[in-house]
């Protein structure tokens, strides 16, 4: 199959949240499963090139309300897989892969978008499949949607699929981007009023199959806690929307191989785990005692990770023995929080507030439990990295943690946003943690996962060929 990828962020050009560790891995991954796939990304000029091969494929223009929009795209390879990076006065306008001014940001996706449906059109490659990730790419949907419509040979025979990483985000204040670009309003009743012309919407509505990144996920954006006003649309479209869990890059992530941590190990040698721990009370200044659990929560400070629900749940268990350690930056008034728990029990928790991705590595191999109680989590990757370094993750059963944690087997999931609901299920947990052999089986357990970005692809491929056939 040929695949066109389209996402906004891409590893290791640049990464920003979750969706950049997806498009720098998922695109390679279809390719070692046989499949032509070709990754077109925004050429911002914070990306990280150094090393590779760059040369100008193309350029051409693509039309903007009367006028013509000049496109000049290049391209390189990594591992194989050909990459194409859009420039153009609406990308080169901001260094940054997000604005915070919506128009800014609409102006430039809703022309990379039209750009890369373009190139495939300069390239005279007729894509199987257009993959469009968030709302950033789904103008190109609904875009190809509005020329097949209108006989474009093209793309006669291509199918769209749109993956949703987070359904909060649906590129609002972009009508009048849209309209430039000759991409308008849709009618359908369906829709809500207000959704009609912003670019998730539109790309949600128009694409053939709609993949959100997790089963769990799948089944919440059709439900009104989950759905963020559109759960009416998207159960009438149910019957397109499955669930796909996203992987982590076993080469990047194996505590095994790891040179940032203080002391390799894996599951038959967990023993050498202990150093890490070890070396994390030591730089931050706790007790360097194996007996006291040490938990860890490393995060965007946002309040969709539930930074505040742990803050608070920490002092409902003051009575027991643990330690904690906060790594991330995000929104002050949390960021003031965990300095404020921090100040309170300055023995025990340690706020590092900044982005600091060697210590994260620390982090993962060190902690014994890994806390993520989110209010919602499209798939989430921190779990995911934490389990394959042996900390046992304890969440809040929702979106793809719940899928792909086991209660109990693999980590602790309990079901409340509330400090109580964590503080409940943590006591549990941190009475768990003396039988060292329980625990250990635990451990074992989480590292035998598969998690690999193979068994995502697969499950993509298998969405792709029932989707052409
Ligand atoms: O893992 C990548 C990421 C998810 O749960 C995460 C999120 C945004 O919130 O799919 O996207």
């Excluded at 960021?335 to 994260?360: M, T, Y």
Aim: charged residues 20%; hydrophobic residues 45%; glycine residues 6%.
């Amino acid at each position: 199959m040929k695949i066109l990828f389209l996402a906004s962020e891409a590893d290791p050009f640049v990464k920003v949240g979750g969706l950049g560790d997806v498009a720098g891995s998922l695109p390679y991954a279809l390719r070692a499963l046989g499949h032509d796939t070709r990754l077109v990304l925004p050429f911002h000029s914070n990306l990280n090139t150094s090393g590779l091969n760059m040369h100008r494929e193309t350029v051409f223009t693509v039309p903007r309300n009367g006028s013509d929009e000049p496109v000049q795209v290049s391209h390189t390879e990594i591992n194989g897989l050909p990459i194409y990076l859009i420039s153009g006065e609406p990308i080169s306008k901001t260094a940054s892969v997000y604005s915070p001014i919506p128009h800014v940001d609409g102006e430039k996706y809703t022309f990379f978008s039209m750009a890369a449906l373009e190139l495939a059109r300069r390239l005279e490659w007729a894509p199987d499949i257009l993959h469009a990730n968030d709302w950033h790419t789904a103008p190109a949907v609904y875009a190809m949607y509005l020329k097949k419509q209108n006989g474009d040979p093209l793309f006669a025979k291509t199918k769209s699929v749109l993956s949703i990483h987070n359904l909060g985000f649906m590129g609002a204040g972009s009508s009048e981007q849209l309209a430039a670009y000759g991409l308008p309003p849709v009618t359908d009743e369906a829709l809500p009023a207000w959704a009609r012309h912003m670019p998730l919407p539109l790309g949600l509505w128009a694409a053939d199959e709609l993949v959100a990144v997790s089963p769990t996920y799948a089944e919440e954006i059709l439900t009104p806690d989950f759905g963020c006003d559109l759960d009416g649309f998207l159960r009438t479209r149910s019957a397109t929307v499955t669930g796909i869990v996203n992987g982590i890059d076993y080469s990047l992530w194996d505590p095994s191989a790891d040179d940032s941590i203080t002391a390799k190990f894996n599951a038959d040698h967990l023993d050498a785990r202990a150093a890490n721990k070890a070396a994390l009370q030591k730089r931050f200044g706790l007790a360097i005692d194996p007996s006291i659990p040490l938990l860890a929560m490393v995060t965007r400070f946002d309040p969709q990770k539930g930074v505040d629900i742990a803050l608070e749940a920490l002092r409902h268990v003051n009575d027991l023995p643990w330690q904690a350690i906060f790594l991330g930056t995000g929104h002050a008034n949390l960021e003031a929080s965990a300095r404020r728990l921090e100040a309170d029990l300055p023995d025990r928790v340690c706020a590092v507030l900044r982005f600091d991705a060697r210590l994260s590595r620390e982090i993962y191999a060190g902690a014994d439990i890994f806390l993520m109680p989110s209010r919602y989590e499209p798939c989430g990757l921190a779990q995911m990295i934490a389990m394959r370094y042996g900390a046992l993750p304890l969440a809040r059963a929702v979106g793809g943690l719940r899928d792909t944690i086991v209660h109990n087997q693999t980590g602790f999931l309990f079901a409340g946003a509330s400090p109580h609901a964590l503080s409940v299920s943590l006591r549990s947990a941190l009475k768990k943690f003396p039988n060292a052999k329980t625990w250990r089986a635990m451990q074992r357990r989480a590292m035998a996962q598969d998690f690999s970005w193979a068994r995502s692809a697969g499950q993509y491929v298998e969405l792709f060929e029932a989707l052409i056939k």
